[in-house]
Each structure stands twice: as structure tokens, then as C-alpha cells.
């Protein structure tokens, strides 16, 4: 895995016909894909004894990226993350099953809800405000409530699906971002980069969507912990640190 600041680049793909091809995985695409101006419809791609097909896309990515792994692609299965490694199991290994028998204790489960495919995570931030967060990999910053007194760095520019940009204001948090773990613990993040300035408006969200899903948590805070997910038993922890 390569980490550009920005995304994460999975490594290692190989095309058909020996191509060595990188993915941004990205956790708040529903469908994957890969760029191409060829003629077919979809290609096989291979790591190690994985195989995925995945459809053609053209012009949708930032240039320079090859492809997308978003949620489609991790059905049946469960990923660690550590660093510039992701480890990827199937949902039935004894990995995914008992990941506290090979991480310790010291892995805790996060409080999530579920829409669709989607997780969020439960969150507090500013103090004493609580809500659910986006877990998404495919975003650099996150997205947080605003409380006042923060450190404002500026302007940042938001590439959207279908190459709309947005201009969004760019903080650094004045109190700790945390997040809830099943059985307890509170999970601590100072300092933490986010940005504000989004609206349901912006995102042209359905009926069905509540403010509590505009909130997002990025790669920012996403990349400080060991980092568990089981997109089958839909269970999310993290290697829990103290501060």
C-alpha cells in the first residue's frame, strides 16, 4: 500500500496481460472500477490468488490513478490495516472470525450503525456533542462539526464524482476528536485537520439521508491506528493507543 497523503494506493494488481496496475481504495464508494478509453466492458485483475472483475470507467479519477476498490470489492471478506500494509482474508478465515487471537486485547470494536453498505462511526466532537461519522477511506480530511476557536489554515479544494469541485474551509481542532469503542473506551485524537462548509445542499443527498451522514472521518484520523475491518460481519475496531 502506498500512502500519498492524500489517498491510499493499493499495490500489487496485475491486468490480464501482465500490467502492473494500483487501485485507491476507497471506503465511500458503493462500486469499483477501473480507467480506461478501451472497448471492453470489464477486465480480471489478480493479486496473489484474489481475482476481481471490475468495470470500465472513463475520466471519472484524477489523472494518474488507474482504478477504484470501493465496497463491492470487499464483500466476503475482511481487511487489517497497518501502515503500508493491508492484509486481505477471506470472510470465513479464522482471521476474520477471532481477530482479537491474533491482535490482543488491545483491539477494540467501535460503536458503528450501518446505512446500506456503508459504516459510521459514533463520535464526539465538539465536547459533549455526539453524532455518527462516515468512515471513509477515499477522503483526505475529514469533516466535522465546527465549535468555535478552532485554527483556521485556509481554503481547501473537494473533488467530487463527475469532476465537480467544491471550496471548503479548512480547520485544525482546538479539543480532542474521540470515538467510542463497544466496550468502553474513548479513543482520542488531538490536533485533528477537518473541514467545514457542507451542506445537504452540496452533496444533493435523498430524502432518506440525515445530517448525521454529512460528517465524515478521513484518512487523517484514519491512518493514526491499526485499522480492523470485517465488511461481512460488519464489525470495525482499531488498535487502541493511549495518548
Not at 443527498?205 to 478521513?218: A, F, N, Q, R, T
Amino acid at each position: 500500500m502506498l500512502d500519498t497523503g492524500i489517498s491510499l494506493l493499493l499495490l500489487g494488481f496485475q491486468s490480464e496481460k501482465g500490467e502492473k496496475v494500483s487501485f485507491l481504495w476507497d471506503t465511500g464508494s458503493d462500486i469499483s472500477f477501473y480507467e480506461g478509453s478501451d472497448s471492453l466492458e470489464a477486465k480480471e485483475f489478480q493479486i496473489g490468488e484474489k481475482k476481481i472483475r471490475l468495470r470500465r470507467g472513463e475520466g471519472i479519477l484524477p489523472k494518474g490513478i488507474q482504478g477504484l476498490l470501493g465496497l463491492d470489492s470487499f464483500r466476503g471478506s475482511c481487511v487489517f490495516w497497518d501502515q503500508d500494509l493491508l492484509y486481505w482474508f477471506p470472510s470465513d478465515s479464522s482471521f476474520c472470525d477471532h481477530p482479537d487471537a491474533y491482535l490482543g486485547t488491545q483491539l477494540k470494536f467501535l460503536m458503528t450503525k450501518q446505512k446500506g453498505e456503508h459504516s459510521f462511526v459514533q463520535f464526539e466532537y465538539p465536547k459533549s456533542m455526539t453524532s455518527f461519522a462516515h468512515l471513509d477511506t477515499g477522503a483526505s480530511l475529514s469533516i466535522l462539526p465546527k465549535e468555535g476557536g478552532e485554527v483556521y489554515l485556509g481554503e481547501k479544494r473537494v473533488f467530487r464524482p463527475g469532476g465537480t469541485i467544491l471550496t471548503l474551509e479548512h480547520w485544525q481542532s482546538k479539543e480532542t476528536l474521540t470515538v467510542f469503542s463497544k466496550s468502553g473506551f474513548r479513543e482520542e485524537y488531538p490536533n485533528v485537520e477537518f473541514l467545514t462548509g457542507i451542506s445537504l445542499e452540496n452533496f444533493h443527498l435523498s430524502g432518506d439521508k440525515d445530517k448525521e451522514e454529512v460528517w465524515v472521518i478521513g484518512l487523517g484520523v484514519l491512518r493514526t491506528r491499526p485499522l480492523f475491518w470485517d465488511f461481512s460481519r460488519k464489525r470495525i475496531g482499531i488498535i487502541h493507543q493511549e495518548n
